[in-house]
């Protein structure tokens, strides 16, 4: 989006321009995770509720008190569980999710729910049945029983830096990542992509880019993270990518997809 709103200001103020359109008795949602959301929580002055996920037992932001809280997060490959604090009571929840991020998007869903009446007790029994959509973070089987990752329609840095912070659950095998430069990013990307780097070098074995546009600002960053300089790549050639792959092939590696990828490298790997 800053491509088209030239910066993230606009953004947030074109954004914001939902809260403002609300009456004096409306009610306002704010996800104070985000430094920007807990600002403009901060200036609304009608009915609010915010919520906050913890990356500690027990922090929480400073100046607001959350509404709804998400603490003691236990990341697995295949489910991630938590304490909620809520304005109607805690409870453990379990979501059959994979990342992080989507208790983000839970508590901001159950934070409305909560408002208009769903128990905290009938949510508890559903939260485990929700599924992923079509377009999350989707575990697979690929080729020789490697485990593949698949963020295919993943086109934005907080879903990339979202689905490496995942991969950090698998602790062992090797870690592979195989996605193209972000686009749409405006002067701020080549910084974006030389976090992207240091985020691959600190938690990937091979890193193969499939797009030229920022690969030395990925490159940079991965090298500063101490990676080895041949392990990462740039190649569109499903040739040449397929053979830096094929040792990486067998049972207990993984490789993340992030983003799109040609069609015959998915074939490859043995997935569609």
Known sequence: HISLFGNLRNIINTKYELISSLPKD??????STNEECQKLAQRTTIKKFIYFVSSAPQSEPRDQKPDTLAQDINETPDFIDFLIKTFKGDERIRLNLLGRY?????????????????????????????KPSETSLRKKGGKNNVTIIDDSYSQNPDGTFSAIDYLKTYKNG??????????????????IHKSIGRMIGKNFDLAIITTPF????????????????DK???SNNPGEVSKELRPYLSPGNVILIEGRVPNKIKDFIGIH
Not at 108 to 123: K, Q, W
Not at 174 to 191: F, N, R
């Open 214 to 229: 920022y690969f030395e600002e990925i490159k940079i960053g991965a090298m500063e993270s101490k990676m080895l300089k």
């Open 26 to 31: 409306g009610l306002a949602i704010f996800n």
């Open 232 to 234: 990462i790549l740039f």
């Open 174 to 191: 090797k870690k592979i990542v195989l996605m193209p430069c972000l686009i749409e990013l405006g002067k701020s990307a080549p910084a």
């Open 102 to 130: 989507n208790i983000e998007n839970f508590l901001g869903a159950i934070t409305c729910a909560l408002y208009l009446g769903v128990s905290l007790n009938t949510i508890k029994k559903i939260a485990p049945d929700i």
